[in-house]
Nanobody, 117 residues
Framework: QVRMVESGGGLVEAGGSLKLSCKTS???????????MAWYRQAPGKQRELVAT???????NYADSVKGRFAISRDNAKRTVYLQLNALKPEDTGLYYC????????WGQGTQVTVSS
């Protein structure tokens, strides 16, 4: 059974930092390392939005709203993807999820990020 377990969220003041982790299980190493991974977030009352992706090659892409502030990375040996959040703003508040493209309907419980002004 494929699972995503997100962690690392919390309550921080604007300008602060957090590092999120997403540990996957039930995915064989080649399926993890050979695919992209993505982080999404969902703010209260809003639709889930794509925040960042990382390709199997290590190439990255970011939503314009987080470019220059967030950094996605991966550790294939641990089947884990990370999201470093810097210079946080109140509008970054939300529930953060990771996703594997081969399992688009598989979501974890998410990790809550709350940024106070």
């Amino acid at each position: 059974q494929v699972r995503m377990v997100e962690s690392g969220g919390g309550l921080v003041e604007a300008g602060g930092s957090l590092k999120l982790s997403c540990k996957t299980s039930g995915i064989i190493w080649s399926a993890f390392s050979g695919n992209s991974m993505a982080w999404y977030r969902q703010a209260p009352g809003k639709q889930r939005e794509l925040v960042a992706t990382i390709e199997s090659s290590g190439g990255t892409n970011y939503a314009d709203s987080v470019k220059g502030r967030f950094a996605i990375s991966r550790d294939n040996a641990k089947r884990t993807v990370y999201l470093q959040l810097n210079a946080l703003k109140p509008e970054d508040t939300g529930l953060y999820y990771c996703q594997h493209p081969s399992y688009p309907n598989t979501w974890g419980q998410g990790t809550q990020v709350t940024v106070s002004s």
